[in-house]
Structures are given as structure tokens and as C-alpha cells.
């Protein structure tokens, strides 16, 4: 297996540099104490400052710090009954006080990010990738900071140990994923990169950091990770979609926990990134999404016009590499719309309950969709879960000119360039955060609350870089937390 050294271009990274400006890190909620999660011992994922609502950090990777274009910084905004506003906020850079490193012009803090509880405190933690960050005289390397949970929110962090084999430019951190990967209680994280690829088992300490740290040796080139449970072990599967000589297309590889160790397994019919695991049709097994935005090409024959997902679904050996997947399209029946070359339906991906119901429902962005005369405004679609799997009865699509939805779409918006899933008011329905990376050419959030018949524009609210005092090119909503 030959790791090609090159991958697509991602749709939902297009950083620029911009003219200096200030930034703040200065924390505006002070909320109560720590949740604790259905396990006993862990928080919610994102749950920052332990009050019980859900919380959204979202990375503005090419935001200026001072007079240091595109050194980054993460959007904090924390979850109430009322649901998230830019006065409830935290702006966290690496000049915020407690954070470690310097902010340094093209950095990128913030290009990745994943949140959960490293220290087993109660309070959800922030792992943030910089994956342009440069180590003494090798530019581009990359490095991933913790940012710990606390009463009041993310406050102080600490550097992820740094591996001395770093290549130059490779980017290390471009993905992260968290989760419980061997089954022992601890959640463990796992940092990707164009030529390295490493676990850090938990549990954590703010002072010592992981328990241990090891190089994961059989992947090739990956920008991409995710993690969730397949085989209803209680272990989080990872999965690192990744480029081979001869298929741009990629290839899916995930490592499960034996009990003793790790054992990869293959989806040679499997393709695309990025993805997300869920349980959708409610069996007990996660199921895995893969977004697959790029149009086929004579390098890429499979796939369909304007992008698509597929859905394998997960089993007590995980997803069965003969099974039939669940595949849609924008022309698939029921799913609004049209394929239509760049589109890139399956640009992004996030699963979650929308409507309460049990079932896993999930949100596909098309980032490239043109609405009307302007060109990748772009979309979103959500479709929902169901005892026979991920159905599109019920699909609905929603854009900046949807009634209810502020802003209205124009060109290069790229409404979709991330989505995450969070139950920000704790009704036990997710409500959807959209990333909007090129509004007003610097960025945006959007949120919609999860009901009964799903998302809902009642109480839809946009956030721009103006509100949450971001200036450069920010690229706000470029990612969000999972």
C-alpha cells in the first residue's frame, strides 16, 4: 500500500492572509457547575463550562492576532436554554493568558478541533489543531494544544507532546478525533498529519499531559480522522480515510480494540471523507457517514455529478465490507435539488437526533451550491434516521435565502462550509450550527434549533466576525468542534 503524498483540495479550508488587527481572549459567561455525562464519569463532549448545555467552538484559523495574519483563534459559544448569542463568548488565542506557544503570522490555531473530557473533571475539554504552526527552523509542521474545561469555560492549556520525526509542511494536526479507543473509561485522542499519525491515551493530567503517546505506523497519508463506536464494544472505532497510488478516490481504514490491541480493518468499497458515526437506524452500532464532494473524473470514476454520501452500517464486527451501503445524491428521490458539477454535496457532515425520536439523523453540506445567480452560496440538507436506516422521505434543504434564515445568499458565502450537530439548549434535540466561512469574506455561524418535525428558522440566529470582534480574514466557521 503506496501513500500518495498529495490529497484534494478541501472545501471547507480556503484561508488568505489579511491586514493586522487585535484579538481578545477575554471569557464573557461565568455558568454553574459540572454535568455529569450517562456513564458517570465523563461530560458531554462539548460541554466547556459543566452547566449541561451543549457548547459550539468553531475555528476562525485565519483570524490576525496583532499585527500576525492568519495566526488563528477558536469561537467559543456557550449553550443556555435560550440557546447560544456572541455576548455569551470566548475568543482563545495563543496570546490568550494560560494558552501555550505564541501566535505567529500563518499558524492556522483553530484549522481543527474536538472536544471531550481529557482529564476526567467533569468539565468537557478542547483539543485545537494549529496545522501550520512552525517548530524552530521547520515551517509548517503543525501542533495540537489541549484547552481545559473549567466552571467558567476554557480557560488555561497545555501543548500535546510534540514527535521529534515531524516533517516539514506536514501539517500535523490537520485532523483530530477523540473518544474512548481502547475501552478503558479514559478518553484518548489521536492527532493526524501528512507523515504522521499519533494516539494519546488518557488518562490526562494538566500538568503531565496523556498517560502515554504512541506513532499509529500503518496509515498512509491522512489529513482526516473520526472516531465513534461500530461494534457497540464501548470502544471508539478511528477511521482515517486516506489517498493511495492509483485510487484519488481514497481508501477507508479503521482500528478497533481487541481487548489486547489494535487491529485494523479494511472498506475497500468505501470512499470519500470527511465522515461522522452515529446510530441511525437505533440497533445498538454506530454507523458510518462518508461525505464523497469530489465529481467523478477519469482518476475518480466512481462517486456521482455535485458529490453524495454513502451510509455503512455498523455490526458487532463493525460495518460488513459486502454489505450495499445507503447512498444519496441531490438526485436521489425525495432529496431537494440537483447534482451539478462542484456542488460538493457531502462537503461536510454531522449526525445527531434532530427531532428527539432515537434515531441518529444527519445534515450534508453542499458549500458549492449555486443558489439562483450566485455562484457557491451554498446549502444544506438533512435527512433522518429510521428503524430501515437513513431514509430521504422528510429530506429538507436550507439556505441563506430560506424563509426564516437570516443573511441571504450570495456568491462565495459557502453556507456549509462546516456543520456540527449540538443540543446547545438541552431540550434533547439537536440543533444545528453552520459554518459560513466566506461571509462578508471573513465568516460566520449560523444556528437552527432541532424540534419535533426537525430544524426549525424559529429563533435562527447569524453570527459574523463583527459580533464576536474577529479581524483579518478569519475564515470563521471554516471548522466546528464534533
Known amino acids: 500500500m503506496s501513500a500518495h503524498p498529495s490529497r484534494r483540495p478541501r472545501l471547507r479550508l480556503a484561508l488568505a492572509a489579511a491586514a493586522a488587527a487585535a484579538l481578545t481572549g477575554t471569557l464573557l459567561s461565568a455558568p454553574a457547575g459540572p454535568a455529569t455525562a450517562a456513564d458517570g464519569t465523563h461530560a458531554p463532549r462539548t460541554d466547556f463550562n459543566g452547566d449541561g ?61 474536538a472536544g471531550g473530557d481529557l482529564d476526567q473533571d467533569g468539565y468537557s ?85 496523556p498517560l502515554n503517546h504512541l506513532r499509529v505506523g500503518e496509515v498512509g497519508t491522512t489529513f482526516e480522522v473520526f472516531a465513534g463506536d461500530l461494534t457497540g464494544d464501548g470502544a471508539a472505532e478511528r477511521v482515517y480515510p486516506f489517498n493511495v497510488d492509483g485510487d484519488t478516490g481514497g481508501e477507508i481504514n479503521y482500528f478497533r480494540w481487541t481487548g489486547t490491541t489494535y487491529k485494523m480493518a479494511e472498506l475497500p468499497n468505501a ?22 464532494y469530489a465529481d467523478p473524473y477519469d482518476l475518480k470514476p466512481g462517486g456521482h455529478k455535485g458529490g453524495q454520501i454513502t451510509v455503512w452500517y455498523g455490526g458487532p464486527n463493525g460495518p460488513d465490507p459486502a454489505q450495499q451501503p445507503t447512498v444519496v445524491h441531490q438526485d436521489t428521490e425525495g432529496v431537494p435539488g440537483a447534482g451539478e458539477a462542484e456542488d460538493g454535496f457531502g462537503g461536510a457532515v454531522s449526525t445527531g437526533d434532530i427531532n428527539g425520536d432515537g434515531y441518529a439523523d444527519v445534515v450534508v ?102 459580533a464576536v470582534s474577529l479581524k483579518g480574514s478569519v475564515n470563521l466557521g471554516s471548522a466546528v468542534a464534533q
Open 53 to 113: 448545555y451543549r457548547d459550539i467552538a468553531a475555528g476562525a484559523a485565519c483570524a490576525d492576532v496583532g499585527s500576525a495574519s492568519c495566526a488563528g483563534a477558536v469561537v467559543v459559544l456557550y449553550g443556555s436554554a435560550s440557546g447560544v448569542s456572541a455576548a455569551r463568548r470566548a475568543v482563545i488565542t495563543q496570546n490568550s493568558a494560560g494558552v501555550p506557544g505564541t501566535a505567529e503570522s500563518g499558524d492556522l490555531f483553530g484549522s481543527a478541533l
Open 125 to 209: 475539554d478542547l483539543v485545537v489543531g494549529a496545522g501550520n504552526e512552525s517548530i524552530g527552523d521547520r515551517d509548517g509542521v503543525g501542533s495540537g494544544t489541549i484547552l481545559w474545561g473549567s466552571k467558567s469555560g476554557l480557560t488555561s492549556g497545555k501543548g500535546l507532546p510534540q514527535p521529534s520525526t515531524l516533517s516539514e509542511y506536514g501539517n500535523f494536526s490537520r485532523g483530530i478525533a477523540t473518544g474512548d479507543f481502547d475501552g478503558d473509561g479514559d478518553t484518548d485522542v489521536t492527532l493526524t498529519g501528512q507523515s504522521h499519525t499519533r494516539i494519546y491515551h488518557g488518562p490526562f493530567t494538566r500538568t503531565g499531559g
Open 271 to 292: 470512499d470519500g471523507y470527511p465522515g461522522s458515526i452515529s446510530d441511525i437506524n437505533r440497533d445498538g452500532y454506530g454507523d458510518l457517514v462518508l461525505g464523497d
Open 365 to 466: 453540506s453542499a458549500p458549492g451550491e449555486d443558489i439562483g445567480s450566485a455562484t457557491d452560496a451554498g446549502s444544506v440538507t438533512v435527512l433522518f434516521g429510521s428503524a430501515s436506516g437513513l431514509k430521504t422521505t422528510g429530506a429538507k434543504s436550507y439556505t441563506q435565502d430560506t424563509a426564516g434564515v437570516p443573511g441571504s445568499a450570495e456568491s462565495a458565502d459557502r453556507f456549509g462550509s462546516s456543520v456540527g450537530l449540538h443540543d446547545v439548549t438541552k431540550d434533547g434535540k439537536a440543533d444545528l450550527v453552520v459554518g459560513v466561512s466566506g461571509e462578508n469574506s471573513t465568516g460566520g455561524l449560523w444556528t437552527l434549533r432541532g424540534s419535533a418535525s426537525g430544524l426549525t428558522t424559529s429563533g435562527a440566529q447569524g453570527i459574523t466576525t463583527t
